[in-house]
Nanobody
Framework: VQLQASGGGSVQAGGSLRLSCAGPGYIFSQYDMGWFRQAPGKEREFVAAISRNGGTNYADSVKGRFTISGDNAKNTVYLQMNSLKPEDTAVYYC?????????????????WGQGTQVTVSS
């Protein structure tokens, strides 16, 4: 499973970005999808996930600001990020996993895309 993440960039605090993660045609019918991030010197942390059935889970730090969604026709999962804060600065990774039960743990995911850098300035 190859995943291609895109959409990162540099924004000021309060701004918005939308990340995209494209996968193969069967991806959403078989896998749960997640977004994680890793800031310099920190461990990779869970951001959001969406199940094959459309259920979602979010880290407390992004609830109300970030929205994960999927477009089956485009084989793409999105992470809409609003009201960005400097502490959201990190490399963001998308991931696919089987039967994750939306656990917020990297070990629940089997496949990873390359990261995309998000930088939020104050």
């Amino acid at each position: 499973v190859q995943l291609q993440a895109s959409g990162g960039g540099s924004v000021q605090a309060g701004g918005s970005l939308r990340l995209s993660c494209a996968g193969p045609g069967y991806i959403f019918s078989q896998y749960d999808m997640g977004w994680f991030r890793q800031a310099p010197g920190k461990e990779r942390e869970f951001v959001a996930a969406i199940s094959r059935n459309g259920g979602t889970n979010y880290a407390d730090s992004v609830k109300g600001r970030f929205t994960i969604s999927g477009d089956n026709a485009k084989n793409t999962v999105y992470l809409q990020m609003n009201s960005l804060k400097p502490e959201d600065t990190a490399v963001y990774y998308c991931a696919a996993g089987l039967h994750t039960i939306l656990r917020p743990t990297a070990g629940s995911y089997n496949y990873w895309g390359q990261g995309t850098q998000v930088t939020v300035s104050s």
